[in-house]
């Protein structure tokens, strides 16, 4: 699994002009699945990033974790993390098959709804817009 981590104010996702996901203070994540991810790679994975200590607290210094702030997450897909650009035309075989990335995506999805309260997401598989305000500008990859 990649994950594109952001920790943002607010950030929406758009499928078709019609906003499927929308959260404030918290996390965007992109996430790609990868052909050899399996259910252990979503907790691993899943884990880390709510475990992740990148909030500010009192003393300006990056120490809370999402729950700490009451975080919310966005998470999108995007097979396109996994894309190999040796040549001009970027390939995408490490990426798992649409079949598999959509379950992980989904069991990723539902193992942070378990544990954060406001979980939003996108659509698996269509064109989406996303929209952001990072904060920081704070990025991490996974």
Known sequence: MKLVIQRVLSA???VDGNTVGSIGKGY?????VGKED??????KYA??????RIFEDENGTTNLNLEQVNGE???VSQFTLYA???SN???FTE???PDLAEDLYEKFVKYCAERVPVVQHGEFGADMKVELVNDGPFTIIL
């Open 12 to 14: 929406s996702v758009k």
């Open 28 to 32: 965007l994540v992109l996430l790609g």
């Open 38 to 43: 399996n259910e252990e790679a979503v907790e």
């Open 47 to 52: 884990s880390k990033l709510l475990k992740l």
């Open 73 to 75: 997450l966005l998470i």
């Open 84 to 86: 190999d650009t040796r």
């Open 89 to 91: 035309r970027p390939g």
């Open 95 to 97: 990426a798992a098959p």
